[in-house]
């Protein structure tokens, strides 16, 4: 069904908040509203253009209050001075089509500075007034009185007073013209009876997802909020096992032909998952997006980039006629029964607290037909935030452990729910779920990956365009943006690109850093509230006292190990009444904790309430940070016990870091910042990892202000960094603490490779047996080959001394692709997800890797001599014997997605000392593909590969000018060299 589109007519200037919400019901109403905003610039286009653009249209809503508009001059009869709007609806009504009519009520007060006459009235107080502005004047204001007679006698108008007004007149008049044409959404497009699935629960399961709740940082007064649905991008994820694999004809094994990211909401329809994800990343946004789609039955037409870079995404046939059924654990755990000691549910259990839940949180909807649909294999269980369910809660001997309860009942449920066909997603922060606990659950694995460039430019693209600042600002935007490299980690996360979107309007100013951001982004929230700065200072720090006491306990009476991302009612009360009576003085005007709850939760725009008893912020990280200034706030210079007491808990890492941070930009200068760095690299103790990584974040925001602590304080850091690789912590606090030895400096990679034979390793002479043949190759001399894949910090030293444009070492061929692709650095050169300084680069095509090993003073490696250096003394892997192992190689498996800093598996290291030569990334080789001349060869495998068989025999092969996310490279150098 192709989707009714609805042109809004009506002046501009004077009901630009008008239009928006006339807009907005539109897309309630799942039409597509156009409006002349939409049409090209550059002043008002020929009048024949305009009303072909209306006649094109299904439905045309004409808005009237108190101005008469352009009168275009190439009317046919221009002595009638029909205005646009008026010309508009005769179009519409010639065509044989149907116009809605919206009159401003008559009774109702309006600005005078928003009707024709001001113009004479401003004109004759300044003196200045003269006939023909009298005549104009006199010509519009009779001309709008016979338009509204015009209207009444050809349509049949609704009125309004005010913008709230109108929405809902609209929605009305739409509802009817629907129910009129035979339009009615639900039953036409999904093609179920009502008998099946509530219309009532979809409806309110489908206003609940398409909301964004943040409404006070909308920057123009009277912009009602984006829909979901108008600035949703796809959700990104690393390619998986299933996606693109080619068989090679040399060697008979699977390897991946191309690369990108795949989309999330394809894989979804593949089968269920689990989605790990950092805060901010889109996990939440994305469960709700399935659940929207699933009931809206089609996927909504949105605003896409130029043909060449469109990001298409489908809505799955898998998924549709699912039931969706979306559980908040934050509000869900609540209902687990409080048993002293209690770990683990069973599937009755769990199905028991789910029927609870649903039938108390849920509208439309009950447990006998969720349960129906489950039974018969046609639902989507979406369960989002496992990371937001306590570990325990209670005290001394009634603590209970909330989240083990609930992982445990969803082991026991969910085989059988797949089992009946049902599609199941959980989502989660990476700390949310064990090894052991993902392994059990049974579901594949996806992280939700950094948005690539091309989506953050389309976010922006849909962001301000939504909001009727235009695509211009949008492209102001991402040409500021390129020039602020720093801001690149923050870029692709969902919520911080929001919130840059949001402040951006401000003047075109752009945040320093993530904790300037948010200090930004909740000022600017509190600020649109209130407007007073004395109460936006009140509500700051009453917020920071909850988000605080939802950390700690703090006012309720308990020491939390861990925060909670919900509360009641009530607890907020007993927090602010601690925090009144701990202090000397009385507020004016203060009245009770219940009312100040209440216009927290009415007006701040960032706690919100769930259900009529919870409330919780907006995001985590809100709560994060604002609990960090209140922690500021208590502690006062006294900082690191506070920070020592929470160092080795994951879920208290984000508040740390924004404390580390806020510090830094408030004392304007290192020093505290350094000596909390150098007490907590005194306390740490052996395989302390999640401490560690903590510093590491701490480090991290030190470089970045351009610092650096003593040299012997980061010796020791950079000791622990080496250690936790040799030690093979545990992964995600490995790969942590080896990307901040990268910022650090990392001893372990030299960072010139034309000067440096250290950094290479010396492979002999030899003979080399091919695979299953026994063919003998002979190697008839040594070489070197880079102990590592050439990395960042590495091919930094190629770019910044101008590589890219001295013709020296680049090959005639090589040189045409550069010159005619305007190429100058990697692809991914600044991505975040991809440039760390000790990580392999990527994103170089053969041409850029052969550029690069002659100004190395060396060149690719043939396909011979990188098997010989992988497996001479006939190794069946480069570490040895034995089937891959999750401490050998960056594979698939790991769930990473994503490139490792450069020997983070040494336990995969050849017996010559080469790192990375399976996993990680596929490098390219010298030779060509012998069965196909124009390609060149990439051996090794990579994250994207499955750790299966021989990996680092697995061979493929690549067009010269690919350039992949997953394809780096080494350097081969011959002793005379």
């Known amino acids: 069904m192709e989707i009714p589109i609805v042109f809004i007519s009506s002046t501009y200037e004077d009901l630009i908040a008008y239009r928006i919400k006339a807009r907005d019901a539109v897309a309630k109403m799942d039409c597509l509203p156009k409006m002349m905003e939409y049409f090209e610039a550059g002043g008002n286009p020929p009048l024949k253009t305009c009303l072909e653009k209306v006649r094109s249209c299904d439905l045309l809503i004409v808005v009237v209050a108190h101005r008469y508009g352009w009168i275009p001059k190439q009317q046919e009869k221009p002595n009638y001075h029909k205005s646009i709007t008026w010309l508009e609806c005769e179009a519409m009504l010639n065509a044989g089509k149907k116009v809605l009519t919206f009159l401003v009520d008559e009774k109702c007060k309006w600005p005078d500075e928003l009707k024709d006459s001001y113009e004479l009235v401003q004109a004759l107080e300044k003196n200045e007034a003269n006939i023909e502005l009298f005549k104009t004047v006199n010509l519009k204001t009779k001309r709008l009185l016979e338009l509204k007679e015009w209207l009444k006698n050809e349509t049949t108008p609704a009125y309004f007073t005010n913008p709230d007004s109108l929405e809902s007149a609209v929605l009305l008049s739409l509802h009817g013209w629907q129910k009129e044409k035979g339009k009615e959404i639900w039953m036409e497009r999904r093609e179920i009876t009502e008998e099946d699935i509530p219309i009532d629960y979809l409806n309110w399961l489908m206003e609940r997802c398409t909301s964004i709740e943040l409404k006070a940082h909308l920057a123009r007064e009277g912009c009602a909020p984006p829909r979901l649905s108008s600035v949703y991008v796809p959700t990104p994820t690393a390619e998986w096992r299933k996606e693109k694999l080619v068989k090679s004809k040399k060697e008979g094994v699977l390897f991946r032909k191309n690369e990108g990211f795949a989309l999330l909401l394809e894989r979804l329809a593949d089968e269920s998952l689990y989605v790990s994800g950092i805060a901010g990343c889109g996990k939440s946004t994305f469960a709700k997006w399935v659940a929207y789609l699933i009931c809206s039955g089609e996927m909504p037409e949105q605003i896409q980039m130029k043909d060449s870079e469109k990001i298409v995404e489908n809505f799955p046939d898998a998924l549709k006629g699912k039931m969706p059924v979306l559980v908040l654990f934050r509000e869900f755990w609540p209902f687990l029964e409080k048993q002293p000691g209690r770990r683990s549910l069973n599937r009755k259990e769990f199905e ?46 009634d603590i209970y452990y909330p989240r083990e309860m609930i992982l445990d009942g969803l082991k026991s449920c969910i085989p059988s729910w797949k089992d009946s066909g049902n599609r199941v997603l959980l989502t989660s922060r990476p700390y949310g779920v064990t090894e ?139 927090m602010l009444q601690f925090y009144l009576e ?288 992988a497996y001479h003394a006939e190794r069946e892997h480069p570490w040895g014997k034995g089937e891959p192992k999750k401490e050998e190689a960056n594979f698939l498996g790991l769930g990473l997605n994503r490139t490792t800093p450069v020997g983070l598996f040494p336990a995969g290291a050849t017996p010559d000392g080469l790192m990375d030569m399976a996993g990680n990334v596929w490098e390219w080789c010298e030779d060509c593909d012998y069965e196909e001349v124009n390609r060149r060869v990439v051996r090794g495998g990579a994250f994207t590969t499955n750790a299966y068989g021989a990996p680092a025999l697995e061979c493929g092969s690549g067009d010269p000018y690919e350039r992949h996310n997953h394809q780096g490279f080494r350097v081969l150098r011959v002793p005379s060299h």
Not at 359 to 383: P, S, V
Not at 650 to 679: C, D, H, Y
Not at 817 to 828: G, L, T
Not at 839 to 848: I, Q
């Open 582 to 869: 701990q202090q000397t003085y009385t507020e004016r005007g203060f009245t009770s904790v219940a009312e100040v709850r209440e216009e927290l939760l009415s007006r701040s725009g960032l706690l919100i309430q769930r259900g009529d008893l919870e409330a919780a912020f907006y995001h985590l990280s809100f709560q994060d940070y604002l609990a960090a200034k209140r922690l500021m706030q208590l502690a006062g210079d006294n900082l690191h016990p506070i920070i020592d007491e929470h160092a080795d808990v994951s879920e208290w890492r984000q508040t740390l870091a924004f404390v580390f941070g806020i510090l830094l930009r408030e004392k304007r200068s290192p020093e505290k910042n350094i000596q909390i760095l150098t007490e907590l690299i005194d306390s740490v103790k052996q395989r302390q990892w999640v401490r560690l990584a903590l510093l590491g974040d701490f480090f991290e925001i030190i470089y970045a202000k351009g610092y650096e602590p003593a040299q012997k304080v980061t010796k020791r850091f950079i000791d622990f960094c080496k250690n936790a690789i040799e030690e093979k912590a545990p992964l995600a606090q490995r790969f942590d603490l080896g990307r901040a030895l990268g910022i650090v400096g990392d001893p372990r990679v030299a960072v010139d490779l034309r000067k440096n034979l250290e950094a290479y390793v010396l492979i002999p002479k030899g003979k080399l047996t091919l695979g299953e043949t026994g063919k003998k190759e002979t190697i008839d001399e040594s070489f070197y080959l880079s102990k590592y894949p050439v990395t960042n910090a590495q091919y930094r030293l190629f770019v910044e001394e101008d590589g890219y444009r001295n013709e020296k070492w680049w090959s005639k061929e090589g040189k045409e692709w550069r010159d005619k692709n305007n190429i100058s650095e990697p692809q991914f050169w600044k991505q975040g997800r991809w440039n760390g300084p000790n990580f392999p680069v990527v994103g170089v095509s053969w041409y850029e890797a052969k550029a690069f090993c002659a100004w190395a003073g060396g060149r690719l490696p043939s396909e011979m001599e990188w098997n010989w250096a």
């Open 436 to 574: 052991a606990d993902e392994q059990q659950l049974g579901l594949e694995r996806s992280e939700i990956i950094e948005l690539p460039q091309v989506l953050q430019q389309l976010f922006m693209k849909r962001w301000f365009i939504a909001l009727a600042y235009g695509e211009k600002m949008a492209d102001e935007m991402i040409w500021n943006l390129a020039e602020r490299e720093e801001l690149t980690e923050l870029t692709g996360n969902t919520v911080m690109l929001m919130a840059m979107c949001i402040l951006y309007p401000e003047g075109g100013r752009l945040p320093q850093d993530k904790a300037e951001l948010y200090h930004l982004t909740i000022d600017r929230i509190l600020y649109n509230r209130y407007r007073d700065p004395v109460e936006v200072d009140k509500a700051h720090l009453r917020l920071s006292v909850i988000a605080h006491g939802m950390h700690t306990g703090e006012g309720l009476g308990e020491q939390r190990k861990m925060p909670l991302a919900v509360t009641t009612k009530n607890e907020i009360d007993r």
């Open 352 to 397: 028991t607290v789910l029927k609870e839940y649903i039938e108390t949180k849920f509208e439309g909807l009950d447990w006998r037909k969720t349960e129906h649909y489950i039974d018969d294999g046609k639902a989507i269980l979406l369960f989002d935030g496992v990371d937001e369910i306590p570990i325990s809660s209670g005290e001394n001997k």
